[in-house]
């Protein structure tokens, strides 16, 4: 996937383009980060990327020539590809929306500073707008991060192709089960108390009860903590009697 981006701080992106599953993919080749920043498109001698709203207001915006500048530069070097743009105003990212982008084979991601850019901007030349959640940032890097990095995890071969992927989609929508390693009991506080010792079933070597018990510790979590996500389940018969036989162990 080619991944053209249009930012003021290019270097942020070493984030992804150096670290962990992301920094392989990258130098494998099987994502392609193309760097386009608007300041290298400005003509005056103080190379100016912002300018005044109209109408007054605190903050300024992206000046539009050098972004559109950028975004047309960077559309030569993609070939073919959505234009999105990460802003507080766009529709939420979502694991879905993920796996929708994750078979284009390429994209230009439009990361916006200050107070964002011009409205006709928007319209002559975005695609897409997307966030990340109803919280304030600083500019749109980070967020484009975040869309990098998920995306990356769904392309043939950037994850470990094992397990790892298959377990993400067959909780699809779930949060995850408890997890333990080594040792089994901890030292210290609450010795002997049910607290510092693992859970007698993923010592049992019983795959079957293992299996049930997770399922049921997936279900009765996001219950707890997240029941908009269970609301948008279909829960099975099986699954149902798992998530009664938690609540009723709870107390
Ligand atoms: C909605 C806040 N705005 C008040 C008038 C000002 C403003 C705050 C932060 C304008 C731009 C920004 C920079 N944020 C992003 O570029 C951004 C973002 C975010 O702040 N939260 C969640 N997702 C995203 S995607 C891009």
């Known amino acids: 996937m080619r991944i053209g981006i249009v930012s003021l701080f290019p270097e942020m992106f070493r984030a992804v383009s150096d670290f962990g599953i992301t920094g392989r993919a ?16 400005t003509t005056d001698r103080r190379q100016t990327v912002d300018d005044k709203p109209y109408g007054g207001g605190p903050g300024m915006l992206m000046k ?14 993609t070939g073919p590809a ?19 982008l994750s078979t284009d084979s390429a994209m230009i991601l439009l990361s916006g500073r200050y107070e964002g850019i011009d409205e006709r901007l928007i319209e002559q030349e975005v695609d897409l707008e997307l966030s990340i959640g109803d919280y304030v940032l600083s500019g749109g890097e980070l967020a484009a991060m975040v869309l990098i990095d998920g995306l990356a995890r769904l392309l043939p071969g950037v994850v470990g192709d094992d ?11 779930l949060l995850d089960y408890p997890q333990y390693t080594r040792p089994e009991r901890l030292e210290g506080e609450d010795e002997g108390s049910e607290q510092s010792r693992v859970p007698a079933v993923l010592l ?26 269970l609301a948008r ?14 609540l009723r162990e709870k107390d």
């Open 26 to 41: 990258v130098s494998n080749g099987l994502i392609e980060l193309d760097f386009f920043n608007p300041r290298d498109y």
């Open 64 to 77: 539009v020539r050098p972004v559109q500048k950028a975004i047309q530069d960077a559309r030569k070097s």
């Open 82 to 100: 959505r234009v999105i743009y990460l802003t507080p105003q766009g529709m939420p990212l979502s694991q879905e929306t993920l796996g929708s």
């Open 163 to 173: 397990e790892s992927v298959i377990r993400d989609s067959f909780y699809d929508g």
């Open 204 to 229: 049992s070597g019983d795959h079957a009860a293992i299996a049930r018990w997770r399922v049921k510790q997936a279900l009765g979590r996001t219950w707890e903590r997240r029941p908009d996500l």
């Open 233 to 246: 389940q279909v829960l099975d018969d099986e699954a149902k009697q798992l998530l009664q036989e938690y």
